[in-house]
């Protein structure tokens, strides 16, 4: 019988530094596992510095090495979604390019899903060692909030490092959303996952690509796509002033017409005002977010452009 194919998803922007060290780590990995064939996809998103120029000479020197090169940076979701949809393999893996996930795992990750019967085996780092403490903090609310407002579950500390099977990545692809929460389609999906935990590992070389704004507005997106919890935030707010006020006008009434002169208090009324008028803008503004990203998915824009593929060389 043939060997069974596995397709390595790498993503990888602007990463001409460590590129080399990663491909120098993953073959040491991978030629000690015989029993399987290899499949390499790069996707450049939209690199500022040589990363093709790596790629292309990579698939040149190696035929198991292919890449899909964007035209522009579009994301590492979009990323993740181009090579599932290049991959051929029977079993998919999805890494990063800077070494943060070991592929050391990978032998004990296939091992689970060939002897131990799951479809896929996730990875989570434990700790955050290494990363700005503020980061840290907001990702841990991040994750509460998730666990607060979501049926789907979406684990703590977990990376994007999975290896699956065929069929679950036939699944993923059929989710053509185009705000992409990759964490949130994997649990949405379901399957039978086994969770491997590791100790987090500092990049080999150059500099984490994710700002702190640009994961703060990817937070935001991993809300508004797997929970419309928000927008039941208006009724309750409503109703519950409803319910204050109507006490307050019982209260109103009885003072005046026990004691009389009611009229008095205007700064409470501003405040009053300005709070409710606060509460308002918010609750519209959430509305909002949710509107504008219907109105990008109706679109239906393609979440990816390629500029260049191995086979163009
Ligand atoms: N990445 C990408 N497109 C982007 C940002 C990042 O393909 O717009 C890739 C990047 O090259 C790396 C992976 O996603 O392989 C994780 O990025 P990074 O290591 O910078 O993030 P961190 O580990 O600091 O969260
Ligand atoms: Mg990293």
Known sequence: MANKLLSIIVPCYSEEEALPAFWEEITK????????????IFIDDGSK??????????????SRVRYVSFSRNFGKEAAMYAGLKYSKGDYVAIMDADLQDPPALLPEMLKAIEEEGYDSVATRRVTRKGEPKIRSWFARRFYQVMRMMCKTEVVDGARDYRLMKRRMVDSILEMGEYNRFFKGILGWVGFNTKWIEFENVERVKGETKWSFWKLFKYSLEG????????LALASIIGLLFCIISFL??????????????SAY???????????LSGIQ??????????????YLEVKKRPIYI??????DL
């Open 281 to 294: 803008l918010f609750t519209i503004g959430i509305v909002g977010q949710y509107l504008a990203k219907t």
């Open 223 to 230: 809300i508004t796509a797997f929970t419309t919890a928000p």
């Open 306 to 311: 390629v500029g260049e593929t191995e086979e």
């Open 29 to 40: 990995v991978t030629d000690l596992m015989s029993n399987i064939d290899f499949e390499f």
């Open 248 to 261: 307050a006008i019982i209260f109103v009434i009885v003072r005046q017409l026990i004691w009389g002169g």
């Open 265 to 275: 208090g205007w700064p409470s009324m501003i405040c009053i005002i300005l709070m």
């Open 49 to 62: 510095d040589n990363t093709k120029l790596i790629l292309r000479d990579m698939a040149k020197a190696d």
